[in-house]
């Protein structure tokens, strides 16, 4: 494995190099510039210091996005200490488990968050931190308490003269050290820790800083949570180390406000799951589209480039319209959400990766993106399908490299299964792969389904041709006694335009309409209505082990 240099450096760079320039907003609200985050740093520092917050100590960090969660997880980092980020929509009983099992020493938190957990339930937490003031919730030291008090007399004592840019000086970092404990959504029960090595973090980075042209001052929006690395590693980690200016949507990021933010903000590029994109076109661009007359002129040549060419902008205009491209990755984009962008040539590219890679396993920049395919093996790392045809017959993932963890936080028996002798990273998802590296992902090994004489039955696909079918918002194909049963969530908006008996006799015709695309062995038995939405993961994929 190749050797890969000082990730703190980078951090260390950003910071330097753009002195006076903006860094962190949250979104309608205050700014820092890079001398500021230097300066919290260097304040988190010193209480680290004077709590007896030692190099490799466990730091949580729960909240949503805001500036002050990034300038918390930086000054871990750049202090020798390990970041345990927690996704703030876990529930109090699954943050007290993670604290818990990572050992963490200290709690930042949220002002959502910091309502619902219970300081007794983390007994060896030595303090909780609030995020937005980064006063003290809680203490159990005398030595946080009195550094708390007496910070600023501390900082000012440190640096009488002012803190100047040769003031910064950073931990330096070792490869395989320990970075951050990341926990895995854990649909399956207690989340697994994913041990996290600086090499991971740079390996990511140093993949974003040669392939995708984002420049110092340009913008970008923090929309995916920065507990989940996706988020972490591309909004963040890349766009502050690239000298960005970076803003924070610190509330529910709900559709209006996300149009809101796209349009104000204007990102350089944009990091997106795929539910975003899906919202976006099904609900302002499709019934634009769909019409009989706008039907017409797509199927006269000459009109149709024309008509296509408008269509790509007004979509490019959603998005801020000054995106180089935008990047979906978390979970499978719906085909025919993706077939139309690529027919209006809009810039739309798929990456995939995982919590365990820090995330990036592969990726295509959108000019040599293949449509189904979630592009080729990025920089420092190398993929193989697990089968005797890559090409033709689905196999298990495999990735190796500088992106792949240390294994799981206290759990060898985990860390022996996903990663075997050779250091192969057993992904648990299935795929195909083509001559020219370009990965397809059918699904999870665990949702295969076995058809009646045994054939492999990729639910996802099904669901995908299902979810754009009419009336359907989202679905999920479960097997019950041999026969296949999707559970579909209808589209709420359209709901007051039919009777009930109308909405079952529409259902009843996609079912009839899906069974003549699909073989026999994969035919729907009957579709069951949910009044409610599927639960989800943080990524926005459904939590199927609670409806098979």
Known sequence: MEQAPSFNEYIYRAIIDNWNSDALTDYQGATLQYHDVARKIEK????????????????????????HWAVAFLATLTYGAVAVPILHEFNAEQIHNIVNHSEAKLLFVGDYVVKTIDADAMPHLEGIINLPDFSLHTSRSEKLTYAR????????????????????????????????????????????????????????????????????????????????????????IYGFCRGCHLFFLTRLPSPAIIADAFATVRPAIVIAVPLIVEKIIRKRVFPKIQTNGMRLLLQMPVVSKKVKEKICEQVYQAFGGRAYEIIVGGAALSREVEQFLVSIGFPITVGYGATECAP?????????????????????????????????????????????MLGYYKNPEATAAAIDSEGWYHTGDLGTMSADGHIFIRGRIKNMLLGPSGQNIYPEEIEDVLNSMPMVSESIVVQRQNQLVALVHPDTDELVNFT???????????????????????????????????????KKSIKRYLYN
């Open 149 to 236: 008090e007496h910070l600023n007399y501390m900082f000012g004592t440190k640096y009488p003269r002012a803190f100047r840019a040769e003031h910064v000086k950073y931990h330096h970092d070792e490869p395989d050290e320990m970075a951050l404990i990341n926990y895995t959504s854990g649909t399956t029960g207690f989340s697994k820790g994913a041990m996290l090595p600086y090499r991971a973090l740079w390996g990511n980075l140093d993949f974003c800083m040669k392939r995708l042209p984002v420049k110092a001052n340009d913008t970008m929006l923090s929309i995916l949570p920065m507990a989940h690395m996706y988020g972490l590693a591309i909004e963040f």
């Open 360 to 404: 990036l396993i592969s990726y295509s920049d959108y000019k040599d993106f293949v449509p189904a395919s979630c592009g080729t093996a990025v920089d420092h790392m190398e993929v193989r399908i697990d089968s005797s045809d890559q090409q033709n017959i689905p196999g298990e993932i495999l990735a190796r490299g500088t992106n792949v």
């Open 44 to 67: 988190l520092h010193i209480l680290f210091e004077n709590c007896d917050v030692k190099k490799g100590d466990k730091v949580a960090i729960c909240g949503r996005n805001s500036s």
């Open 500 to 538: 009930t008996d109308e909405l079952h006799d529409i259902m009843e015709q996609n079912r009839q309409q899906l069974n003549e695309r699909l073989p026999a062995y994969s035919h729907i038995a009957a579709i069951e209505l949910r009044d409610e939405e599927f639960a989800k993961t943080p």
